[in-house]
């Protein structure tokens, strides 16, 4: 099993973010099915640098500290992803790992996520993954 660090984008289940591959942080990314207009089981990954992936757990902190505030009402949603403090941190992140958060069309592989559920609910526990075989 490989730890799954940041979630980016959830929809039914991790879309995109930063997880390890044979223990080496990757960024992973749902390959979305266009014939059934749904995502596909299918995970495009792309090793990063381990700056990148420092990077990438300081951003999901920052997200998860808002989204506790959240849940307590004590944010609006327009402040999403980050409480105002954290803001211009943020936007810094992003342009920082812009290009590693991305697929690497010449160095990337496909496979087939199986998620584990934590067994403590929420955003914060450990999430993991078992990386199989792709299926086409």
């Known amino acids: 099993m490989d730890q799954i660090y940041t979630i980016d984008e959830y929809y039914d289940g991790p879309v995109c973010g930063v997880a390890d591959l044979n223990g080496e942080p990757h960024y992973y990314e749902c390959i979305f099915d266009e014939r059934n207009d749904e995502y596909s089981k299918n995970y495009r990954l792309s090793p990063i640098t381990n700056g990148t992936f420092l990077l990438a757990q300081e951003q999901w ?3 998860l500290r808002w989204n506790e505030a959240f849940e307590k009402g004590e944010v ?3 402040t999403h992803p980050a ?3 954290d803001q211009e941190r943020n936007r810094e992140i992003d342009k920082i790992t ?3 958060k991305s697929i ?3 160095d990337h ?6 998620f584990v559920v934590p067994q403590k609910p929420g955003w914060a526990s ?6 199989k075989p792709s299926i086409t």
């Open 61 to 63: 902190a920052i997200w």
């Open 76 to 78: 609006e949603a327009s």
């Open 83 to 85: 409480l105002p403090k």
């Open 98 to 100: 812009s290009i590693e």
């Open 104 to 106: 690497n069309e010449k």
């Open 109 to 114: 592989c496909i496979k087939q996520a199986q």
């Open 126 to 131: 450990c999430w993991y993954v078992e990386w």
